[in-house]
């Protein structure tokens, strides 16, 4: 015989947050050490964090504070700030929010400050059930906790932001250097991505960098609607190779790109890029700059023949 599974109201179970479920957690911590496969040992009830009291605070394997944050119903903003505000005041190394419901934004939360932090976060469901007349039964379930995955996800974000910091500041410099000896960038605004540029007719002359690199380019790209359009302008700046080159006074990368809708007309510089000492950031500026002038004089002649082509 197989008997019905039935969920029983919480507060059928344990009356008073704080003086029922609580104390049950404290001499039974055994239950949430399944759920989370944790060995949490210790646990002490309504320690101080500043103003406020922990629901309870105990100790990992290794010895660290874990704090402990009940809530027998729906998770909610204010626990959510207690949570983060009793593991920094008690310098916890781990968090544990037991909620009736946990919202969709909380679990978004969670994960986020996994991601972010050097503390770990356990988000924890919590349900009363029975099978027939049995007794009611605690059934605590993880929903979100940290991972190695968060973790090298939360490293990667962390990496990406700094990076459009960084390139930011870079073009900044970049474009304040450039704007004493050309106007063609001085419309446009620093931002986050590795390259930067200003487009006119589907041409762009683009400042590009990369960790230990850097590269000006007259980047063609007619849009989806032109067809061949890219491929026709750039033969047709290339049958002007030989004279394109010797008024830049030197060898340029041509890249058609076969199998993909843009083109571009490439310059490398490899005395640096934005992963080098910053100090070596105005000598990289300075190459880009230069060789940007030359590019955009030794292709505008031909680029105006195809004004309107």
């Known amino acids: 015989m197989i008997g019905k599974l039935q969920r029983v109201p919480l507060r ?8 029922d479920f609580t104390v049950w957690l404290q001499e039974n911590l055994d239950v949430l050490n399944e759920a989370l496969d944790l060995t949490l040992t210790g646990a002490e009830r309504e320690q101080s964090a500043g103003s406020f009291n922990v629901d309870l605070v105990a100790e990992d394997e290794a010895g660290g504070t874990v704090v402990i ?47 972010s932090s050097s503390a770990s976060f356990y988000l924890v469901k ?16 993880l929903i979100v906790g940290p991972s190695e995955e968060g973790r090298e996800v939360g490293q990667t974000k962390k990496d990406l932001a700094e ?12 474009l304040e250097r450039a704007k004493a000896l050309t106007k063609l ?20 002359y683009n400042y590009v960098i990369w960790q230990h690199e850097a590269a000006v380019e007259l980047y063609i790209d007619r849009g989806k609607e032109s067809g061949d359009d890219s491929k026709k302008v750039f033969d047709a700046l290339a049958s002007h190779r030989e004279e ?19 083109c571009r007309i490439r310059k490398m510089i490899v005395v640096g890029g934005i ?30 023949k195809l004004k309107g082509g």
Do not use: C
């Not at 059928?12 to 003086?19: D, L, M, R």
């Not at 919590?126 to 099978?131: P, T």
């Not at 002038?293 to 002649?301: F, K, T, V």
């Open 163 to 174: 990076r459009h910091v960084l390139r930011r500041r870079f073009w900044e410099q970049l």
């Open 275 to 304: 992963r080098d000492d910053e100090a070596k950031w105005p000598h990289v500026q300075d190459a880009m700059v230069e060789n940007m002038i030359r590019l955009e004089r030794a292709l505008a002649p031909h680029v105006a």
């Open 126 to 141: 919590v349900e009363a059930i029975r099978i027939g007349e049995s007794p009611p039964a605690p059934l605590l379930t």
């Open 69 to 115: 944050e009940n809530q027998l119903e729906k998770s909610d903003h204010d626990h959510l700030g207690k949570l983060v505000t009793y593991l920094t005041a008690l310098g916890a190394k781990a968090a544990v929010w037991i909620v009736a419901e946990p919202r969709p934004e909380h679990v978004g939360a969670i994960s986020w400050l996994n991601e």
């Open 185 to 204: 960038h001085a419309t446009i605004s620093p931002g986050g991505n590795h390259w930067i540029g200003v487009s006119t007719s589907g041409l762009a």
């Open 244 to 262: 394109v080159e010797t008024s830049f006074g030197g060898p340029l990368d041509w890249e058609r790109l076969d199998g993909k809708r843009a």
């Open 12 to 19: 059928e179970v344990w009356k008073h947050e704080a003086h």
